[in-house]
């Protein structure tokens, strides 16, 4: 059972550029919530996905968007990046029917910008 | 305006002993509280977790204890083994493990042999 992948694993863009992330979610998981951690924090909520549709979202600007496919997996895109978007985003998956009440997380994609 | 905060950066603990990780949180709406584990170049792992109704919860060699009012809860690893050490991170949620998830910054764990 494959649990939740990221790719690319690693990504280097530079100033003003646009950046695209992919999540595969748990198999079993609905629903998709992204999230960002700079080094040296805890992860920060960007937002999530349930249904294709967004359904919650964190305090981040929206050069931040995302979208859910209907077989659940998900994109993250930043535009007009900045350096301050470098950080690991984390991908998580979860499901209201699942027996622990708890998202799972993948490996992350780290973001340089240059 | 840091909701979740767990205010030591690291803990040294011989093999064997206790290791116990504390967390606070401002936000009384929270109801429902959770421990990850990091390793380098890993996602977070779900640990363990523990409601608002509940002040213990107990899983093998973890257990979370949670003080309503203190905003304070607490995760006990006994006995600590070298494979425990990782950055362990303490997360709220205001409705269920499902949810929007607001971490703190972490702490490392080391668990010398």
């Known amino acids: 059972d494959a649990g939740v992948t990221q790719s690319p694993t690693h990504l280097i863009k530079t100033r003003g550029q646009q950046v695209t992330l992919r999540c595969s979610p748990k198999s079993g998981h609905d629903t998709v919530s992204w999230y960002q951690q700079a080094l040296g924090q805890g992860p920060q909520f960007i937002f999530q996905y349930y249904e294709e549709e967004e359904r919650q979202r964190g305090n981040f600007p929206d050069r931040f968007s995302g979208h859910q496919f209907p077989n659940y997996s998900s994109e993250l895109n930043v535009n007009a990046l900045l350096l301050g978007d470098s950080a690991l985003y984390l991908c998580?998956?979860?499901?209201?029917?699942?027996?622990?009440?708890?998202?799972?997380f993948g490996p992350g994609t780290r973001l340089t910008v240059l | 305006d840091q909701q979740v905060k767990q205010n030591s950066p690291s803990l040294s603990v011989q093999e064997g002993r206790i290791s116990i990780l504390n967390c606070d949180y401002t936000?009384?709406?929270?109801?429902?509280f959770l421990w990850y584990k990091k390793y380098p170049a890993e996602g977070p792992t779900f640990l363990i977790s523990i409601s608002s109704i509940k002040d213990k919860n107990e899983d093998g060699r973890f257990t979370v204890f949670l003080n309503k009012s203190a905003k304070h809860l607490s995760l006990h690893i006994v006995p600590s083994q070298p494979g425990d050490s990782a950055v362990y991170f303490c997360?709220?949620?205001?409705?269920?493990?499902?949810?929007?998830?607001?971490f703190g910054k972490g702490m490392k764990l080391t668990v010398n042999p």
């Open positions: 998580a998956s979860s499901s209201g029917l699942a027996e622990l009440d708890t998202q799972y």
């Open positions: 997360a709220a949620s205001f409705q269920g493990g499902s949810e929007k998830l607001v």
């Open positions: 936000n009384s709406m929270f109801d429902y």
